[in-house]
């Protein structure tokens, strides 16, 4: 399920709670280990700079190299422009945040392909026509609305983004009515050099640490019920110790050896 988009400054509304049922109690607890982890990972709504094109996937803000800080957006009706960014830290792109939805493209890999689709706030997908313009008015995906994401050489965590008609996307400052983003630019240059920010939730080696950081905790209780006795504080140390070292059964089996021959000496 998506969770809704939320802002720095968005006042955080909280959860009635019911009252507490003594029957759950012990259920509850013995669930928490299991159910912690995935909550955090869940409720992880920061924002990061994506690496690599194999990073991108779910809200992301394409922040363009104006020269006072922009992104890309799209508005209701499927104008495509570039929106001042509030929430940045002197300028730089790596701390760049949305305050608005229409800042925000979900981004989802075309399958069978390496390409992109970006789809606006309001259900609709960015499109680049012959001559270069930008919409966001599809409904369904054609070439149009495929985008390759191109890492660029020696510029660690800057990307393109080229269309089907092998053009790029850039920016031209130069216009009377502000700041331009079209579809047309023959090559890869400084305008068409793009930092693409995404939630932390859906970045790979993010969730990865995660689900590492998970599978290493576990209850003094848990380690108890495996070895099959109580154990004392530094026993239980090495057994953690040996489940972050990849090595903990070969450690359990030993220390259930030695209870066994303890017990019968």
């Known amino acids: 399920m998506v969770k809704p988009l939320s802002f720095k400054g968005d006042k955080k509304t909280k959860k009635r709670k019911r009252a507490a049922d003594p029957d759950d109690a012990e259920q509850s607890s013995s669930k928490a280990l299991t159910t912690s982890a995935p909550a955090e990972e869940e409720s992880d709504d920061s924002w990061v700079s994506a690496d690599a094109p194999s990073d991108i996937t779910g809200p992301i803000v394409i922040v363009l190299p104006t020269e006072k800080a922009t992104c890309l957006a799209c508005d209701a009706v499927g104008k495509v422009f570039a929106s001042e960014l509030e929430n940045i830290v002197d300028g730089d792109a790596t701390t760049a945040e949305p305050h608005d939805v229409r800042q925000v493209f979900v981004a989802n890999r075309v399958a069978g392909t390496e390409d992109f689709n970006l789809k606006g706030h309001h259900g609709r997908y960015l499109s680049c026509d012959k001559y270069g313009i930008l919409s966001a008015n599809a409904t369904a995906i054609s070439p149009e609305e495929r985008l390759l994401i191109i890492a660029i050489p020696d510029n660690p965590g800057a990307f393109s983004l080229q269309t089907q008609r092998q053009k790029y996307l850039s920016i031209d400052e130069s216009s009377t009515s502000g700041t331009e983003v079209r579809g047309d630019a023959e090559d890869i240059t400084f305008n068409t050099t793009f930092r693409i920010r995404m939630q932390a939730r859906f970045k790979p080696r993010n969730k990865a640490t995660k689900e590492e950081k998970a599978h ?39 220390m259930r050896s030695k209870s066994s021959h303890d017990k019968y000496a």
Not at 221 to 239: A, M, P, Q, S, Y
């Open 216 to 254: 290493q905790k576990i209850s003094k209780k848990e380690l108890e019920d495996i070895i099959g006795h109580k154990l004392n504080d530094d026993e239980v140390k090495k057994l953690r110790k040996a489940r972050r070292e990849n090595d903990f059964h070969e450690v359990a089996m030993d």
